[in-house]
């Protein structure tokens, strides 16, 4: 599968510091390489760098990248996602496997030009919900799921249990 990139628009740090956190973990978690947010925000970075250090992949941040930046040399599709776009199950077939992909979300009211520059417009169901929700539903559906066990050969890695909590972690071997 191609590249996966997320741009997150609208950030502000105080405010939307843990939903911004929660857009790259659950973007990450679902198979994304990695994001570019808009506003520069050396904290965010930080704790995503912790993450990865210690549960592995090479999902990588660059804060301070505005939208037409990251999307200007960007050679793949454009998504943006939007309750007002096209049904994500009539966008999904639509949009190539073999080319990368760029997904935009937003946080407060999104220019009418990210409109215009995406290759789609989608939705995931006509309702305004959550930025987090959508991409995570986006994501699974676009990876058919196959992202959620991938092995990320971290440092430390959870072994699924029915009950209680199993860590492998590779420092304490
Ligand atoms: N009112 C804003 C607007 O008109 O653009 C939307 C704000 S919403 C809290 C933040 C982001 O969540 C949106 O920019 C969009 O990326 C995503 N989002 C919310 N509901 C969505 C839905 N039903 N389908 C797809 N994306 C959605």
């Not at 990450?28 to 990695?34: D, F, H, Q």
């Not at 496997?97 to 999104?110: L, T, W």
Request: glycine share 8%; net charge negative.
């Amino acid at each position: 599968m191609a590249d996966i990139w997320i741009m997150r628009i609208g950030h502000r740090p105080e405010r939307d510091k843990r939903v911004t956190t929660h857009v790259a973990l659950s973007s990450r978690a679902l198979g994304a390489k990695g994001i570019y947010v808009d506003t520069e925000d050396p904290k965010l970075e930080e704790n995503i760098h912790s993450v990865v250090e210690r549960f592995g992949g090479d999902y990588t941040i660059k804060t301070g990248v505005t939208w037409k930046q990251a999307t200007k040399d960007f050679k793949g599709k454009i998504v943006h996602l939007t309750m007002y776009g096209q049904r994500v199950d009539e966008a999904l077939p639509k949009i190539p496997r073999d080319e990368d992909i760029m997904i935009i979300v937003g946080a407060e009211k999104v220019p009418f030009e990210v409109y215009e520059r995406a290759d789609f417009n989608v939705s995931v169901g006509n309702q305004p919900h959550s930025e987090i929700a959508a991409l995570a539903i986006f994501l699974d559906r676009f990876t058919e799921g196959k992202a959620l066990y991938a092995d990320r050969d971290g440092m430390m890695t959870v072994v699924p249990n029915e009950r209680g909590k199993t860590v492998v972690n590779k420092n304490s071997e």
